[in-house]
């Protein structure tokens, strides 16, 4: 089964960046659809960007509430899965989880969908 280690989260100011990575075990962009999550305290973990294969076509999508700030991507070479944060909010704060789903070549956004999971990395956004 395929490991996944995030890195990269910290402690920063509003309207900062982050950029979170992803390193998996192995090759992953055609074997797999792959996403992130994330978790605040008190919170059920949410949705947060996703990207699948269509063909030799990859494709992203993201929760509203990022969409514009965040970018999702990938180096199949690396086996590494990115997440480009601009523009962070304190309402971003939380754990972020990269996932991977054995369903390939769909638009996977609930946790059911996903069968591997990293350790989490905590953003923490101050205002």
């Known amino acids: 089964q395929v490991q996944l280690v995030e890195s990269g989260g910290g402690l920063v100011q509003a309207g900062g960046s982050l950029r979170l990575s992803c390193a998996a075990s192995?090759?992953?962009?055609?074997?797999?659809?792959m996403g992130w999550f994330r978790q605040a305290p008190g919170k059920e973990r949410e949705f947060v960007a996703v990207?699948?294969?269509?063909?030799?076509?990859?494709?992203?999508d993201y929760t509203d509430s990022v969409k514009g700030r965040f970018t999702i991507s990938g180096d199949n070479a690396k086996s590494t899965l990115y997440l480009q944060m601009n523009s962070l909010k304190p309402e971003d704060t939380a754990v972020y989880y990269c996932?991977?789903?054995?369903?390939?070549?769909?638009?996977?956004?609930?946790?059911?969908?996903?069968?591997?999971w990293g350790q989490g990395a905590q953003v923490t956004v101050s205002s």
């Open positions: 996932a991977a789903s054995r369903i390939i070549g769909i638009r996977a956004t609930s946790t059911r969908d996903y069968h591997y």
């Open positions: 192995e090759r992953t962009f055609d074997r797999y659809t």
């Open positions: 990207i699948w294969a269509t063909g030799t076509v990859y494709v992203a």
